[in-house]
């Protein structure tokens, strides 16, 4: 009965503070439909469609270019002319004279300045394959292999075959770096789901050193409470807090994206790896906030080390930047975070169709983590309240 009335004022407490509220649920909500929207075009699993222009004489062996450049950008444009800058190809006016010549000089690319990196490496292995199948075109047109009698497309078709393999594909499910074959919806939402999880250290943290400057924990104390019946009431409800905040940031995931025009979340396998994943992050979420609330003497060193904790373990994770642009050192780094471990989690099932095998081992580390940190916290914490006085006010 204590222990329920106890969990009735921590929750009370926390739904009485728009400030902690705020933390917990509104800024990891604004970060998620932010930097979905922001990385949606980065990360989408189609580059984008290209306007080009494209400069050459009004030759055969011109044509074949366009169209055999046409064919590896079927969803872009090649314009002859126009008044907007874009990105320029340009063929020398010799071009067909010295297709055969080795070294061979290439056409000439220029770019705009807001032309990004990753359409500068599409479009130039695409010039790269259109210009190798024009000059085999014009081989085998030379040693007789190619008869002229058959059309452009016919002479493309050909020469296509000649240069396509089978190229076979495995996918290793469930393991390594998956944060690069991601989505921004299946990056973005587990990536600031966790890190908005992690923040309830702050309401935690702070709400301890709040009753024991106001005197409310001695008050606690002489009630002839028990240390573990004071705990078990800081612990439970933001527990409770971490549960709703995963359930809430997978259904923005899954329900509100898709109504803002970015693609909406799928959870494939089964509810339970979900729910351990659920259970094993929350332990870890406050078994950093019980050794915060041991560590910190006042509001204030808990928001500085919940906050400083936090956006570290976030950077470090590949919540911030994902750590398939990191360099090697620093994704080997990224390992002793265990915001990195959750989200390798995460990413595992919803990218890589993962079991709840196969996420075993992630949810494992973090519960070592809870213990870890929970033991120390548990105890630092029990000896601050066994020698907690009406004085003190650090």
Known sequence: MRLWALLRKELLLLLRDPHAL????IMPTLFLLLMAGAMSSYMQERP?????LLQAADDDNSRFFRAALQAQLSDSQLLRASSERLATISLPPDFA?????TPHQGPSLSFPAQFD??????????????????????FLQDSGALGSDLS???????????????ITEL????????SGRANASQLSVPAW???????????????????????ALLRLRAMGLSHSTLILSKLLPYAAINLVQFALLLGIGVYALPLLGLPGLSLPGSAAAYVLLAVCLSLATCSLGLLLAALARSSEQALLLGGGINIILAALGGIMVPKSV??????????????????DAFLSLLVGHATLMDIAPYCLRLVLFAAVLGAGGLLLLTRRIRHTQWTTHY
Do not use: C, Y
């Open 22 to 25: 705020a933390v917990l649920f």
């Open 48 to 52: 984008p469609a290209l306007r080009l």
């Open 97 to 101: 004279a010295h297709l055969l010549d």
């Open 117 to 138: 990196k990753l359409s500068r490496q599409r479009l130039h292995s695409a010039v790269n394959v259109a210009l190798a199948q024009t000059r085999l075109r014009a």
């Open 152 to 166: 452009q497309a016919e002479q493309l078709q050909r020469v296509q075959q000649r240069t396509q393999s089978q």
């Open 171 to 178: 996918e290793q499910l469930a393991s390594g770096d998956l």
């Open 193 to 215: 789901l966790i890190f908005g999880m992690f923040f309830v250290v702050l309401p935690m943290a702070g709400g301890f050193q709040r009753e024991q400057q106001s005197g």
């Open 326 to 343: 990191m360099p090697e050192t620093m994704a080997q780094v990224a390992q002793l975070s265990p915001m990195s471990w959750a989200l």
